[in-house]
């Protein structure tokens, strides 16, 4: 009985420590702000090897950063900031490889990004998800592990994640958009200039296009079925569709390895 007793104080010792370094690897925390004026036109450009990103819009000639660095290995990452004209730089970099309790990755970073409605993006993160408010401007956005999910977008589009899916709910301008596993949905509302190409190497492709745009659409699956709303004067079967759309214009590619394509009108 006394034995039982004593096994079952240690069990519970070694419960409240490994509760207590828990909590206190919850509790460390940090945040860092920075405002910058700028001009309208200008381009912000984000590079990190940890965290995701959202970037949200105001009226004002302003960008404003927002970073929230989580953890006890919070020291790890630093943050620099730089600025020239209309344009700012953020460089966020974990200077080594974060191991908390249990060897779990005690590292969370977020970045909160506020530009003016009329401005140009440039985000890359090695490992996050990004998510892009409705945007007068160019959009590069690049993951190596999340989704991307943007707003209306009346700029040019370049968009990758290696593992993610692609949402954009519209596009007034050129789109490139590709992930290495997930869906990709994108709404082009307006024609574009350029060839447009929308590729996933795992997962179904889903384009909504007002009427009167006129393409020369190229879709093609390795494992599903195309489908078009539209009348393509070309080649169809099952699994590809080529030919010109409204009497045909800059190139529409749509390829997946596996899943399905639809090309659906507004």
């Not at 409705?134 to 593992?163: F, P, Q, W, Y």
Request: aromatic letters at 4%; glycine letters at 12%; one cysteine or more.
């Amino acid at each position: 009985m006394l034995m039982n007793m004593m096994k079952s104080v240690k069990l519970l010792a070694c419960t409240t420590v490994a509760f207590s370094l828990l909590a206190a690897a919850n509790v460390s925390a940090k945040e860092i702000e920075k405002t910058f004026d700028v001009s309208e036109g200008g381009t912000f450009k984000l590079e990190t090897n940890r965290g995701s990103i959202k970037v949200g819009t105001h009226d004002k000639d302003q960008v404003i950063v927002m970073v929230d660095i989580d953890g006890s290995d919070e020291d790890d990452m630093k943050v620099s900031f730089d600025s020239s004209g209309s344009d700012v730089t953020v460089v966020g970099e974990q200077s080594r490889e974060s191991k908390g309790f249990w060897g779990r990755n005690n590292l969370r970073v977020s970045f909160y990004i506020t530009v003016p409605s009329n401005y140009n993006l440039d985000v890359d993160t090695a490992g996050g998800s990004i998510k892009i408010a409705d945007l007068n401007g160019k959009v590069d956005a690049h993951t190596s592990g999340g989704s991307i999910k943007l707003g209306r977008i009346s700029g040019e589009v370049n968009v990758n994640t290696s593992g993610g899916s692609i949402k954009v709910e519209e596009v007034a301008g050129n789109i490139r958009a590709h992930t290495s596993g997930g869906s990709v949905k994108a709404t082009l509302t307006k024609q574009p200039t350029g060839d447009c190409k929308l590729t996933t190497s795992g997962g179904s492709i889903t384009v909504y296009l007002a009427d009167d745009i006129a393409v020369d659409l190229s879709a093609r699956t390795s494992g599903g079925r195309v489908r078009s709303e539209f009348d393509v004067n070309g080649d169809t079967t099952k699994r590809s569709i080529r030919g010109a759309i409204n009497g045909g214009g800059p190139k529409l590619t749509l390829k997946t390895s596996g899943g399905s394509v639809k090309v659906l009108s507004l």
